[in-house]
């Protein structure tokens, strides 16, 4: 796919917005757009399972109607939205990226589409996902595999998942904002193959009622966004604004050079490349290690992660037959071999390397984590090995119950993205987002090495 053949960008929400309130845009030619966008590209793209045209019309007619009579609802008034097909939107089916769920039909709007309605946003449709949600390189044989739109235009690349129709409406410039949800990097990895920001809050910070679940434990819903300052919008109409917006600190750790042994080499390059730009910038890098080496995370979010999404999705394993992906089912019917003992023992390492990490941030005073998303770009489709998974420098952030965003940091020798992410405590949301656009102004500004 070719970039030259998408749409242009959207502006930012916030200009968005104001166009909205000055009357030079309304929020039904702007969800028309979106719609005339949808046609005439996601045949290619393949992001969306389902649009809603007349109901996003209608609810867009409203916000107009809304503005008009001095009823403004905030930034998000009137700017439309696609969801993951994980969040329930009344009378429509949630099917999590699988036919076995093609009639499970929602009897009321989650949590978030409640909000999201609450601070007028336009629900437009459903994007595709990896099936139950349940895989990081994006693919999905039954409902097919959205198409990430970076790279050279003779690739197919993986987009990334498992919130792969959300970064890719989003990167092809379909919709403005997307929602997504991360349990082990499910927000982080598309935005970082697909060249865009992945926000994922601290689990709860936006509401998971309604949502289909892959684990309660590890589950966070979060943004897909053009910027940074997108992901504030969103995050600050939806969460609530923070009662008192310290400015961020300039301290931020990094990883022992033995943690990023596996980065391509590109990555690696350009990993330290964006440090020296932060460091030359005025920030203060130090060195940072987590509770455990990074690959020690995997059994234990593995044992809760699995564990729980067999619970939520036994009932499909016993027929052979059944429609779920060959990269899937072996990994949800191995999940029922955990005994309870290791379960709880999971839980319980979980909770001791929260404290410790929350210690060691403090002992060193620092905001934030810098550290890569993914140790490869987006292979294409043809390349993925499923016996593996690329979320090494994610699912950590998902254990210790952190806040985390990707933003684009670079391109590769053939011109595929490369994400950074900036990791912060459990609860500071609010000042990551406030670190991570004062980083990526830092980065925009500084000169080519």
Known sequence: MSTSTLPPPFAPIAELAKALRIGTLTSVALTQDCLQRIAAHDAQCHSFIAVYADEALAAAARAD?????????GLLHGIPVALKDLVDVEGRPTTAGSPLLADNIARRDAAIVRRIAEAGGIV????????????AWGTNPHMGTPRNPAGRASDTLAPGGSSSGSAVAVAAHLVPWAVGSDTGGSVRVPAAFCGIVGFKPTIDALPRGGVYPLSDTLDSLGLLVSSVEDARTCFEALAGKPAAAAAPGRRIGVLEPEELATLAPALAQCLASNLLRLEQAGWTLVPFRFPAPLVAFKEPTNAIQIAEGAWVNDRFLDDPDAPIDPAVRPRLVAARATTAVQYLQARATAAQWQQQFAA???????????MPVTAVTAPRLQDIDHGTAPVQFTRPINLLALCGISLPAGLDDDERPIGLQLVGRAGADHALLALAHDAAAALAASPSL
Do not use: N, S, Y
């Open 65 to 73: 109607q809304a503005l008009r009579a001095g009823q403004d609802r």
């Open 124 to 135: 437009i449709g459903k994007t595709h996902l990896v099936q139950f949600a349940l895989g």
């Open 360 to 370: 060691e941030m403090d002992r060193l005073g620092l905001a934030a984590i810098a």
